[in-house]
């Protein structure tokens, strides 16, 4: 049965071990390669959500293009930037948080930059050294670990710059330095809680592709839901946007229900639009190639993961309308509630036009409408 993805839990999704048969990447890669497919439009399922981009942009570019030039100056670094820089990092951070302050706004492109630059050690063909080697991959991650619950401590005396000498966790400072000062305890503990998940979702995937065995769907998605890193940029909304939510309204299920649903249509989107330069990079281990195994082609798995983007925003709809309902009676926590909902909305919608324009991705495409036709 194809995978469906509902509320917090992931019931119908295939749990049984992939056949030997096509048990290994080689054997699905052979099945692929060459598969011409047509990606449905995406963006006219959220075309009615909001899209904009912060107007200090260019200034923003600057910003980043200074720290990749600061970065570039580090041994073997500059295929890496090329690479970052082709990402246009102040676009998805410009249209992710274009409400926010500029201040605020650069530092969280700093820690956009140190995602991307994190994800590049970790999992990159190009350019990680640790990516077949799992001793070193869970050395570097348990350092990740310790800078980041050293770094978000109020307590910490330590000199941030005294804390780690590796160039790519050291780009995360400036962003540990404006949360821990910005930020109560609740909203730290919970980026930090994110990042952690983040790491270790990450090990995870790792975990399998060590051990040359594709993953079920299920386990896929439950390991997504971490790796993507979606969950470490909604955990910014208030610190973007100089809000502070109760600990009953994050605990609420409907708020639960929103950043799920987000993460799926994040997520899901990005496995989608990824998925020509993941098998050119004859990676498979992602939603659409495993969904082809259930499914019989690379088309039908296709249509179904649409689907689940789909599905995944009438569920987002369904919640916020629930949760603002449920606030009505008090207009500024309601319009505060109402910002963190927007919040994730841009997320969704950055993300989508991000990747469509991307050199990450090498799409080079500006529109969707009537499908996006691609040979992988």
Partial sequence: MAATIQGNERPGLNTQPIPFSVNTREQLLLDIRGSRVMIPDLQSMISHWPQRTHTEIERLDEYVQKALTDFSSLPNNEARVRRLKATNVAFIAATWWPYASYKALEVLTSLSLWLFAWDDETDSLEFSAVIDDWDKASAFRQRTINYLQQSLSKNSKSNLSNLSTDPINALFGPVAEAISESCDDRQISTFLDELLFYVNMCGEEQKLQ??????????????????????????????????????????DEAMKQIWHEANIIIHTTNDILSVKKEVAQSQVDSLVPLLSLELGSMQAAMNHAADIVRSSIQRFEIAAAEILERYSTTPKVQEDIRKSIDACKYACTSNLNWSLVSGRYKLDCQSMEGGLYITL
Avoid: Q, W
């Fill in 210 to 251: 060590v051990a040359h065995r594709l993953p079920t769907v299920e386990e896929y998605v439950r390991l997504r839901l971490g790796s993507g890193a979606v969950r470490v940029c909604l955990a910014t909304t208030e610190y973007a946007y100089g809000i502070t939510l109760s600990r009953k309204i994050m605990d």
